[in-house]
């Protein structure tokens, strides 16, 4: 099964907006990454934070990971119509080597 | 640096036929992988592999051989194709298993 569950699945903004999305997962971590795919291509990655990290920023977004919960959360400020695509986090098991995908959460922001 | 290559991009395929999707990566990573994506399902990962000669399976492994000769190729192979593998399929590298990946533009499959 998928290690990673996002929510909300399809997530509708204005330009300037922030878009939040969140991640669930199931078992323990080496770190937690988020990616990002434009319709039809190859994912690309976005950010990437450490089991033993709370909080990391990158540019506009900035992910916060809480263990306790197993879960993660991706904002995104000042959403652009050039931030729309799909959203995926993975998870690396500390036990072995298979990075699993979420289905994703699709964002539109609306110019 | 090419990154990560797939070819084919489209391939139709007959029910029972087989074929090879052909991956390479030129930026010397061990890790390597293959992800299939059907719509709504996020990606299920096939087979990885940690170096040459060493390969493993993923979440969904059935009906798929794979193989690691070198440190830059992974190709995936369809043994009997079947409709149920109709889906996009991307190859994705990195340093190790747990370091972010870099992935291919995939190539898209449909078995008729």
């Known amino acids: 099964s998928q290690q990673g569950e996002e929510d909300p699945q399809a997530l509708s903004i204005q330009e300037g907006e922030n878009a939040t999305m969140n991640c669930s997962y199931k078992?323990?971590?080496?770190?937690l990454q988020w990616y990002r795919q434009n319709s039809g291509r190859g994912l690309v990655h976005l950010i990437l934070?450490?089991?033993?990290?709370r909080e990391k920023h990158s540019g506009r977004l900035r992910v916060t990971l809480d263990t306790s919960k197993k879960s993660s959360s991706l904002l995104i400020t000042a959403s652009r119509a050039a931030d729309t695509a799909s959203y995926f986090c993975?998870?690396?098991?500390?036990?072995?080597?298979?990075?699993?995908f979420g289905a994703g959460t699709r964002l539109t922001v609306k110019p | 640096n090419a990154g990560v290559t797939q070819t084919p991009k489209f391939q139709v395929l007959k029910t029972g036929q087989s074929m090879t999707l052909q991956c390479a990566q030129d930026?010397?990573?061990?890790?390597m992988s293959w992800y299939r994506q059907d719509p709504g399902m996020g990606l299920r990962l096939i087979h990885y592999?940690?170096?040459?000669?060493?390969?493993d399976q993923g979440e969904v492994p059935n009906g798929y051989n794979v193989s690691r000769s070198t440190t830059e190729d992974f190709p995936l192979r369809l043994l009997s194709a079947a409709p149920s593998q109709t889906s996009v399929y991307f190859c994705?590298?990195?340093?190790?298993?747990?370091?972010?990946?870099?992935f291919g533009p995939g190539t898209r499959l449909t078995v008729t």
């Open positions: 993975a998870t690396a098991p500390y036990n072995n080597n298979d990075m699993r």
């Open positions: 930026m010397n990573h061990e890790y």
């Open positions: 994705a590298s990195s340093g190790t298993g747990h370091l972010p990946l870099t």
């Open positions: 592999s940690v170096g040459a000669g060493i390969t």
């Open positions: 934070i450490r089991s033993n990290e």
């Open positions: 078992t323990s971590i080496n770190n």
